[in-house]
């Protein structure tokens, strides 16, 4: 079949599909099948002994070591649970640096003799399985030779069942570590990482009079952002099936523009699709709160409630691969990619954060008078202190080939890093820089003039769509996240920082008053030397604009445009000696996180170069060269029978036509040249060679699309992929 009559297939099937039947009971009640599958406190209790169950509360709700002698009860209890909802297997689950899950499924069932077989799960097969370690990347941890790597159950994060039309296995989230307890993969780094920014953030909280506050957790909620695009379509595009964005297309005479979108009515196709997601999440104990249909064409959103971050991480990874399965199912497929679709809006993954403890809440609420929350505003600091010190850490954090075509557009934040306080925290902390702060702006009311509607209370200021990392009422929210990632990096940077502007307040605090000064001045002068040494990150303005990019280069702030830009920041001396400090990362650890980021950069583009010049030599250059014939015929037939002819149909198609054939040979010779020794050589000879001679690719393909037949064009169209749904 021919490659015009694959895209018009496509389309014709597209139309005949039928969505699946609901899998939702008409009669279920709302919200009654919420954490069915997962073996939660709720049901340990249940099945635990007391003395067990109150040894693994204490690790869950209070982070007190696990105690080795209850991994066989919770074994025993656990295979119980999981048998009697039908699961035949286990899994330790872990997430490698690939960035996805990676789980290996072995049977409860052993030979007993005789012919007969026992169901077994014993206490060190929960807490310890193998793996691999030299197959996921490592950036030199393991090699082939030396391959043994060790999964460790993390019993703060809770097992599930998941289920399949196949079979159910219990899943078991755990942690990936080498021989010598190196950090193979997200999980690790981030408990490390939330241990230490807890014991700092306590001492904090010690210094204000909270004499044994509970342990203080980082909490997390990430905003998932996603395109939906009919089955048909993606198969018949090579370029999403090997790179998840789309190499060629023109824009469509309608995109974005009409912002008719955003909080549009969902289709009732992926409203059904969503209704299934939602069900299977619920089962889960994953908190679905928020869908909505996004700024672009196609692009939706979902976002659950906030969770200690370690669980918010593994439910994100289990939610993205949920509605990629389901996606499936309702014959459509799931796109994570930051920018699937050029010309129109990308995806991210805001992460919302904030830290507390069941003793004293929400470290940062602000209250109404934000001005006499001492102990917020300390918080609050350490923030503003975090966010400049190591901005470019936070930079290298999100940094990613895919991401990169997002960050810095009038659609995402820019790549310089920077806070937005909001009216009322920005004057709060002005008038602590001149002396002291005596007020806090109030909220106020809105009047929209209509008698049947009430008076609406207004925030003490706006919100900054622009802002990297920005405050907003009670938490903040990191903007730069690509959809594709996974919140553990963030979040482990997050932590750290935070841990380092937590002990460095906690230390200012004692040895201020160790010196005899009071305690309500050295808050004050440890706020105001913060926000004289910091306050440079603190930005209201719009950030999209060309004149905060200068504005913020005399400010002394980092602008990391791309990956290659941003990923020497984790092998710096300040970031491998604050990691180092706070125990997250050894050297090596970091150096190995810097090679893995530079493999996967060059592997990514490497993957997208050879995909546009196998389809733009075997698809668009065929299509069009087809047209050109039918052009050309058309033209000498018309001059054979003596009518005149304009021949300018022939020049436009020509044109373009030369300028595909001289850009797949720049391409070509760019993919021949041999690759450097040195990793960092070769991913800057794919962004400085590789991208752009496949940038040359498509403008020539993309003209061209406007101009060949359609009955000729091999390739699905943005207009069809985002709008036929």
Same mark, same amino acid.
């Given at each position: 079949?021919?490659?015009?009559?694959?895209?018009?297939?496509?389309?014709?099937?597209?139309?005949?599909?039928?969505?699946?039947?609901?899998?939702?009971?008409? @009669?279920?009640?709302?919200?009654?099948?919420?954490?069915?599958?997962?073996?939660?406190?709720?049901?340990?209790?249940?099945?635990?002994?007391?003395?067990?169950?109150?040894?693994?509360?204490?690790?869950?709700?209070?982070?007190?070591?696990?105690?080795?002698?209850?991994?066989?009860?919770?074994?025993?209890?656990?295979?119980?649970?999981?048998?009697?909802?039908?699961?035949?297997?286990?899994?330790?689950?872990?997430?490698?640096?690939?960035? +996805?899950?990676?789980?290996?499924?072995?049977?409860?069932?052993?030979?007993?003799?005789?012919?007969?077989?026992?169901?077994?799960?014993?206490?060190?097969?929960?807490?310890?399985?193998?793996?691999?370690?030299?197959?996921?990347?490592?950036?030199?941890?393991?090699?082939?030779?030396?391959?043994?790597?060790?999964?460790?159950?993390?019993?703060?994060?809770?097992?599930?069942?998941?289920?399949?039309?196949?079979?159910?296995?219990?899943?078991?989230?755990?942690?990936?570590?080498?021989?010598?307890?190196?950090?193979?993969?997200?999980?690790?780094?981030?408990?490390?990482?939330?241990?230490?920014?807890?014991?700092?953030?306590?001492?904090?909280?010690?210094?204000?009079?909270?004499?044994?506050? @509970?342990?203080?957790?980082?909490?997390?909620?990430?905003?998932?952002?996603?395109? +939906?695009? @009919?089955?048909?379509?993606?198969?018949?595009?090579?370029?999403?099936?090997?790179?998840?964005?789309? $190499?060629?297309?023109?824009?469509?005479?309608?995109?974005?523009?009409?912002?008719?979108?955003?909080?549009?009515?969902?289709?009732?196709?992926?409203?059904?699709?969503?209704?299934?997601?939602?069900?299977?999440?619920?089962?889960?104990?994953?908190?679905?709160?928020?869908?909505?249909?996004?700024?672009?064409?196609?692009?939706?959103?979902?976002?659950?409630?906030?969770?200690?971050?370690?669980?918010?991480?593994?439910?994100?990874?289990?939610?993205?691969?949920?509605?990629?399965?389901?996606?499936?199912?309702?014959?459509?497929?799931?796109?994570?990619?930051?920018?699937?679709?050029?010309?129109?809006?990308?995806?991210?993954?805001?992460?919302?954060?904030?830290?507390?403890?069941?003793?004293?809440?929400?470290?940062?609420?602000?209250?109404?008078?934000?001005?006499?929350?001492?102990?917020?505003?300390?918080?609050?600091?350490?923030? &503003?202190?975090? %966010?400049?010190?190591?901005?470019?850490?936070?930079?290298?954090?999100?940094?990613?080939?895919?991401?990169?075509?997002?960050?810095?557009?009038?659609?995402?934040?820019?790549?310089?890093?920077?806070?937005?306080?909001?009216?009322?925290?920005?004057? %709060?902390?002005?008038?602590?820089?001149?002396?002291?702060?005596?007020?806090?702006?109030?909220?106020?009311?809105?009047?929209?003039? %209509?008698?049947?509607?009430?008076?609406?209370?207004?925030?003490?200021?706006?919100?900054?769509?622009?802002?990297?990392?920005?405050?907003?009422?009670?938490?903040?929210?990191?903007?730069?996240?690509?959809?594709?990632?996974?919140?553990?990096?963030?979040?482990?940077?997050?932590?750290? &920082?935070?841990?380092?502007?937590?002990?460095?307040?906690?230390?200012?605090?004692?040895?201020?008053?160790?010196?005899?000064?009071?305690?309500?001045?050295?808050?004050?002068?440890?706020?105001?030397?913060?926000?004289?040494?910091?306050?440079?990150?603190?930005?209201?303005?719009?950030?999209?604009?060309?004149?905060?990019?200068?504005?913020?280069?005399?400010?002394?702030?980092?602008?990391?445009?791309?990956?290659? @830009?941003?990923?020497?920041?984790?092998?710096?001396?300040?970031?491998?000696?604050?990691?180092?400090?706070?125990?997250?990362?050894?050297?090596?650890?970091?150096?190995?996180?810097?090679?893995?980021?530079?493999?996967?950069?060059?592997?990514?583009?490497?993957?997208?170069?050879?995909?546009?010049?196998?389809?733009?030599?075997?698809?668009?250059?065929?299509?069009? %060269?087809?047209?050109?014939?039918?052009?050309?015929?058309?033209?000498?037939?018309?001059?054979?029978?003596?009518?005149?002819?304009?021949?300018?149909?022939?020049?436009?198609?020509?044109?373009? $036509?030369?300028?595909?054939?001289?850009?797949?040979?720049?391409?070509?010779?760019?993919?021949?040249?041999?690759?450097?020794?040195?990793?960092?050589?070769?991913?800057?000879?794919?962004?400085?060679?590789?991208?752009?001679?496949?940038?040359?690719?498509?403008?020539?393909?993309?003209?061209?699309?406007?101009?060949?037949?359609?009955?000729?064009?091999? +390739?699905?169209?943005?207009?069809?992929?985002?709008?036929?749904?």
């Amino acid at each position: 079949m021919s490659g015009n009559n694959v895209r018009l297939q496509a389309i014709k099937d597209v139309e005949a599909y039928v969505p699946p039947a609901p899998t939702f009971v008409t @009669d279920e009640a709302p919200g009654a099948i919420f954490g069915e599958n997962v073996f939660s406190l709720a049901v340990m209790q249940k099945r635990l002994p007391k003395l067990v169950y109150r040894s693994i509360v204490a690790t869950i709700e209070h982070s007190k070591p696990l105690d080795p002698m209850v991994a066989d009860a919770v074994a025993s209890a656990m295979k119980d649970w999981a048998m009697e909802k039908g699961a035949t297997h286990y899994s330790h689950v872990f997430y490698p640096l690939t960035g +996805l899950t990676a789980e290996k499924h072995d049977s409860f069932f052993e030979p007993a003799g005789g012919g007969l077989s026992l169901a077994e799960f014993a206490g060190k097969t929960l807490a310890q399985g193998e793996s691999d370690g030299s197959s996921f990347p490592s950036g030199g941890l393991r090699n082939t030779f030396e391959a043994r790597g060790y999964t460790g159950w993390d019993p703060t994060s809770p097992a599930y069942v998941l289920d399949n039309p196949n079979g159910k296995t219990l899943c078991i989230p755990t942690v990936f570590v080498s021989m010598f307890g190196d950090a193979l993969d997200h999980k690790t780094p981030l408990l490390r990482s939330q241990q230490s920014m807890a014991k700092h953030a306590e001492r904090v909280l010690r210094l204000f009079g909270h004499e044994k506050p @509970d342990h203080v957790v980082s909490y997390a909620g990430a905003e998932q952002e996603y395109f +939906l695009l @009919d089955r048909h379509f993606f198969l018949a595009r090579p370029d999403l099936l090997n790179s998840g964005r789309t $190499l060629f297309g023109a824009k469509p005479p309608k995109g974005q523009e009409f912002d008719d979108h955003y909080f549009g009515a969902i289709p009732e196709r992926v409203l059904g699709y969503m209704m299934d997601c939602e069900r299977e999440l619920f089962k889960l104990g994953i908190p679905a709160k928020t869908r909505h249909q996004e700024v672009a064409p196609g692009q939706f959103e979902l976002a659950p409630m906030f969770e200690r971050a370690n669980i918010a991480a593994d439910h994100q990874q289990m939610l993205m691969t949920t509605l990629k399965r389901l996606a499936n199912k309702h014959g459509m497929e799931c796109l994570f990619h930051e920018k699937p679709f050029d010309g129109v809006n990308g995806s991210g993954k805001h992460v919302n954060f904030s830290i507390g403890n069941s003793t004293e809440g929400n470290l940062l609420l602000p209250g109404d008078t934000p001005h006499e929350n001492a102990q917020f505003l300390v918080f609050c600091a350490a923030i &503003i202190r975090a %966010v400049h010190k190591y901005g470019g850490l936070l930079r290298a954090s999100v940094a990613s080939a895919s991401n990169d075509h997002r960050l810095g557009a009038n659609e995402a934040p820019p790549a310089i890093i920077s806070i937005f306080l909001g009216d009322q925290l920005a004057d %709060v902390f002005d008038q602590i820089a001149k002396g002291g702060a005596t007020s806090s702006k109030e909220k106020g009311t809105l009047l929209i003039g %209509v008698d049947t509607l009430p008076v609406l209370p207004t925030d003490p200021g706006d919100r900054n769509r622009t802002s990297p990392f920005a405050f907003t009422g009670n938490r903040f929210e990191f903007r730069a996240p690509g959809s594709l990632q996974s919140i553990a990096g963030p979040m482990v940077t997050i932590n750290t &920082i935070m841990a380092e502007a937590l002990d460095y307040i906690a230390t200012e605090l004692d040895t201020s008053i160790a010196a005899g000064t009071e305690f309500n001045v050295a808050v004050q002068n440890v706020l105001a030397e913060i926000i004289g040494n910091h306050g440079a990150a603190v930005f209201g303005g719009n950030g999209y604009s060309e004149d905060w990019q200068v504005e913020a280069a005399s400010r002394g702030l980092p602008n990391l445009r791309t990956t290659l @830009d941003a990923l020497p920041e984790l092998i710096s001396e300040p970031a491998m000696e604050v990691f180092e400090k706070y125990g997250v990362f050894t050297h090596r650890e970091m150096h190995s996180r810097y090679e893995v980021g530079l493999e996967q950069y060059t592997r990514s583009i490497g993957v997208e170069a050879r995909s546009t010049l196998e389809i733009g030599t075997t698809l668009v250059l065929p299509a069009a %060269v087809r047209y050109q014939t039918e052009v050309a015929l058309n033209v000498g037939a018309l001059k054979a029978a003596g009518i005149e002819t304009d021949t300018s149909s022939l020049l436009e198609v020509s044109t373009p $036509l030369t300028a595909l054939r001289a850009a797949l040979g720049t391409l070509r010779a760019a993919l021949e040249t041999d690759p450097a020794a040195d990793p960092f050589d070769e991913a800057k000879h794919a962004r400085d060679a590789l991208l752009p001679a496949m940038t040359g690719v498509r403008t020539a393909a993309d003209q061209l699309e406007g101009i060949v037949a359609d009955d000729l064009w091999p +390739l699905p169209t943005y207009q069809e992929m985002l709008y036929i749904l």
